[in-house]
Nanobody
Framework: QVQLVESGGGSVQAGGSLRLSCAVQ????????MAWFRQAPGKDREGVAS???????RYAGFVKGRFTISQDNAKNTLYLQMNGLKAEDTAMYYC????????????????????????WGQGTQVTVSS
């Protein structure tokens, strides 16, 4: 059974930091790669960062060096370190997994969605006050 369980969200002031974690169960590292998405109220879901099977990280333009995606395969955990948080970063953040061939495509984050074999976590709320 596939499970993606996020944690680490919370409320911070602008300029602060948070580290999101996603515990992953039931997926093969050789087949599935990971990403973070977010959705603010009234807005479409958007890609934040992804990491492919070679460890190459990709980021949405709005990240601008503030966020870092990483993974610890031994712990089956995905991370998103977020620094320099802004009020506009307020959103529900979702951990996601999809086939590595999908995650590695240039438009994967721009699409804001997964393929038919993808999985979503339940989300963790991040609120940034200005």
């Amino acid at each position: 059974q596939v499970q993606l369980v996020e944690s680490g969200g919370g409320s911070v002031q602008a300029g602060g930091s948070l580290r999101l974690s996603c515990a992953v169960q039931g997926l093969l590292h050789s087949t599935y790669c990971m990403a973070w998405f977010r959705q603010a109220p009234g807005k479409d879901r958007e890609g934040v960062a992804s990491i492919d099977s070679s460890g190459t990280a990709r980021y949405a333009g709005f990240v601008k060096g503030r966020f870092t995606i990483s993974q610890d395969n031994a712990k089956n955990t995905l991370y998103l370190q977020m620094n320099g948080l802004k009020a506009e970063d307020t959103a529900m953040y979702y951990c996601a997994a999809d086939w590595c061939t999908m995650v590695a495509t240039a438009g994967f984050l721009l699409g804001g969605r997964l393929g038919s074999s993808g999985y979503w976590g339940q989300g963790t709320q991040v609120t940034v006050s200005s």
